[in-house]
């Protein structure tokens, strides 16, 4: 008999097997994540996430009869020591469950590896580049493939955690769209997530029960991310009250913005330059690239805007504080770090923070709170365009809170 962590019930092996497989059948039926005879690329890192979503997809599939042709689609992008040892997992896992694989390198899609990255720019802001240029290789692949989707392994506990950044960040927007089950619904591409209310906890279960083949080494530039604060913060939710991580995701799924945050979502458009999708005339990976390309690799995720940028000679849109459509969570945790960072540190034992008002370009109330219940108790508000300025001050407060890891009550307050 084994806990379910999720629901707290005992339960045999087998049992837990079949309430696990059928959990997720229910999630793509309710959701309507698939079409019969859909190409579907299956994101695979060889991580304990993606092979299980290898191992359910290929099983459901066959089960169901989805009638989904599967494919596997991982991006190598070049980390000694990590990603080459996990490849060679995913290459076991092509053979284990009979579904062919597709590899595509940040060498051949850009001309850097992330080593080389890293060399270049050190181990503060590396996942941002990571997180935007394997976000593209992903549709780069996909789209080589033929694919009309992308399944990520991205579970419960990885959807809670984005909405907690996405509160503490102020980023209204993001926070509208980041529990949704599917992205970019009207795009070409779509990509959905099939673990979205499945528990960390229990695809680990899950894998180590069924003896699956998965490599569990952690990426050696991470712990540098900041996305571990947050993650801590949900497990100690979870340990609270297991349920506090669908709670989370559920209180997203139900939040009301008002009409002005919507004119601040980004219109999709495609890069002029690479002509995948962006937000702005040009991409953030190519931004990126731009500031790699010309020895400058910090000029592209430094919190220039406008006329710093020209001034450096820069395209006009390398330097626009947010940065293209394609910047994805891996973004979100560097620059929280990077906030945290300048944390004054009379901050960082605070119980009660209080930013001060002021951000650039006008109101946004936020308030994010835990009751003293240890029960997530998070409200957002939208009033005019939220600023970086405002953004900054909040997230140094937010991650003051975030280390406290108790009772806390974030206020960020306009005028
Ligand atoms: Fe890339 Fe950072 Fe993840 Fe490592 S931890 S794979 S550098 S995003």
Known sequence: MLNRPKTQEQVCRECFFTAFEEEVHQTIVDNKLFKHGERLAVAASGGKD????????????????????????????????????????????????????????????????????????????????????????????????????????????????????????????????????????????????????????????????????????????????????????????????????????????????????????PQPRTCERCGYISSQPVCKACVLLEGLNRGMPRLGVSRTRGRRGEKAGLHPDVGRGGGGGSSGPAEVASESAEAASTMPAERQGGGVA?????????????????????????????SGAAGAGGQTAAEKVARAAVRQRGPVEIVYETT
């Not at 209080?354 to 939208?382: I, K």
């Open 50 to 265: 993606s092979t299980v979503l290898a191992h359910i997809m290929s099983t459901l599939n066959a089960r169901y009869n989805y009638g989904l042709d599967l494919f596997l689609l991982s991006i190598d992008e070049g980390i000694t020591g990590y990603r080459d040892d996990s490849l060679e997992t995913v290459k076991r896992n092509e053979q284990q469950y009979g579904i062919p694989l597709k590899v595509v390198s940040y060498k051949e899609l850009y001309g850097w590896t992330m080593d080389e990255i890293v060399s270049q720019i050190g181990t503060k802001n590396n996942c941002t580049f990571c997180g935007v240029f394997r976000r593209q290789a992903l549709d780069r692949g996909a789209v080589l493939m033929g694919a009309n989707k992308i399944a990520t392994g991205h579970n419960a506990d990885d959807v809670a955690e984005t909405v907690l950044l996405n509160i503490l960040r102020g980023d209204v927007p993001r926070l509208g769209r980041c529990a949704n089950i599917i992205t970019g619904e009207d795009s070409s591409l779509p990509r959905v997530k099939p673990f979205k209310y499945a528990y960390e906890k229990e695809i680990v279960l899950y894998a180590y029960y069924k003896k699956l083949d998965y490599f569990s080494t952690e990426c050696i530039y991470a712990p540098f991310a900041a996305r571990g604060f947050a993650r801590e913060f949900i497990k100690d939710l979870e340990a609270a009250r297991p349920l506090a991580i669908i709670d989370v995701i559920r209180s997203a799924e139900d939040f009301v913005f008002a009409a002005a945050s919507d004119e601040k979502l």
């Open 354 to 382: 209080q930013a001060p008002a002021g951000g650039e370009g006008g109101a946004a109330p936020t308030t994010a709170g835990c009751a003293d219940d240890g029960l997530p108790r998070f409200e957002a508000w939208a």
